[in-house]
Antibody
């Protein structure tokens, strides 16, 4: 059974930093693109970043470029999102999902609140 | 960025009746490789979104055949042939043809 478990969310001050993790199991993690999506509670979905299978290709939405960094450790079946200089508008539930072109498996999400 | 526009934003349907959601993109979603990377997701109340349709018209594993996706270029439709109570929630279209991928605003479906 595929499982994706996000962790690391919490309250962070604007300009601070936070690191999100996603632990994957139940599939060959190192063979797949992975993606971070986010959702402000009660609002719509937003694509944040993705990373290819070997970590050599990364893409970001413009609003997080230069502030967030996506990475992965295939030996540990894990993906990460380093959030530097977060802004209040980054407040959301962050989902770890499989895939590049479609997202068949989702974690339950981790909540990030950016506030002073 | 490609803008995805869904209509209607809300829909009330009698069980057993059909329902249709439109999704229009600001640019063609036909990828140079010939695939249209348009997918549909359902977020039931209090739940994580789930994949219904990918690559325009392919049903994800376990998705009932009453769900179907169609369209081309910039105009796309999700159809539910006979709505059931479990179909309530918010439906999102998403394009992954061009980076950054973008979602529609969502269509809330409720049962009459």
């Amino acid at each position: 059974e595929v499982q994706l478990v996000e962790s690391g969310g919490g309250l962070v001050q604007p300009g601070g930093s936070l690191s999100l993790s996603c632990a994957a199991s139940g599939f060959t993690f190192g063979d797949h693109w992975m993606t971070w999506l986010r959702q402000v509670p009660g609002k719509g979905l937003e694509w944040v970043a993705n990373i290819n299978a070997d970590g050599g290709e990364k893409n970001y939405v413009d609003s997080v470029k230069g502030r967030f960094s996506i990475s992965r450790d295939n030996a540990k079946n894990s993906m990460f999102l380093q959030m530097n200089s977060p802004r209040p508008e980054d407040t959301a539930v962050y989902y770890c999902v499989t895939g590049r072109f479609s997202h068949g498996y989702w974690g339950k999400g981790t909540t990030v609140t950016v506030s002073s | 960025d490609i803008v995805m526009t869904q209509t209607p934003l809300s829909l009330s349907v009698t069980p057993g009746q059909p329902a249709s959601i439109s999704c229009k993109s600001s640019q063609s979603l036909l990828h140079s490789g010939g695939t249209t990377f348009l997918s549909w997701y359902l977020q039931r109340p209090g739940q994580t979104p789930q994949l219904l349709i990918f690559e325009l018209s392919k049903r994800s594993s376990g998705v009932p055949d009453r769900f179907s996706g169609s369209g081309s270029g910039t105009d796309f439709t999700l159809k539910i042939s006979r709505v059931e109570a479990e179909d309530v929630g918010v439906y999102y279209c998403m394009q992954t043809t061009q980076v950054p991928p973008t979602f529609g605003q969502g269509t809330k479906v409720e049962i009459k």
